[in-house]
Nanobody
Framework: QLTESGGGLVQAGESLRLSCEAS????????AAWFRQIPGRQREFVAH????????NYADSVKGRFTISRENARNLVYLQMNNLKVEDTAVYYC??????????????????WGQGVQVTVSS
């Protein structure tokens, strides 16, 4: 089970840090990612991190502003979001990767998902 926290309402230019905690299994065994979704639209890739944390990948829209990291000893994955924009408003989901054949940026590669956390950025 994955549980996200840290969402909320902020103004443009401010920061938030999302956390994702795994329970019932060791998070260190899985690559992880953050996705986000706006109502009526498909869930989109935000960031990905390998099991060890040595490699990270980002969507172009968040590169340079967001940072994904992990603490395997505590079964946690983070998403630090700086310089937030109104267009970052969405429900953010944490996911653990279970299918390693194919790109990390598609939801089909992830078998475990959190319930989502709302991030709202006002102008």
């Amino acid at each position: 089970q994955l549980t996200e926290s840290g969402g909320g309402l902020v103004q443009a230019g401010e920061s938030l840090r999302l956390s994702c905690e795994a329970s019932g299994r060791s998070f260190r065994d899985y690559a992880a990612a953050w996705f986000r979704q706006i109502p009526g639209r498909q869930r989109e890739f935000v960031a990905h991190i390998t099991e060890s944390g040595s490699t990270t990948n980002y969507a172009d829209s968040v590169k340079g502003r967001f940072t994904i990291s992990r603490e395997n000893a505590r079964n946690l994955v983070y998403l630090q979001m700086n310089n937030l924009k109104v267009e970052d408003t969405a429900v953010y989901y944490c996911a653990a990767r279970t299918d390693y054949y194919g790109g990390y940026y598609t939801t089909r590669r992830y078998g475990y998902w959190g319930q989502g956390v709302q991030v709202t950025v006002s102008s």
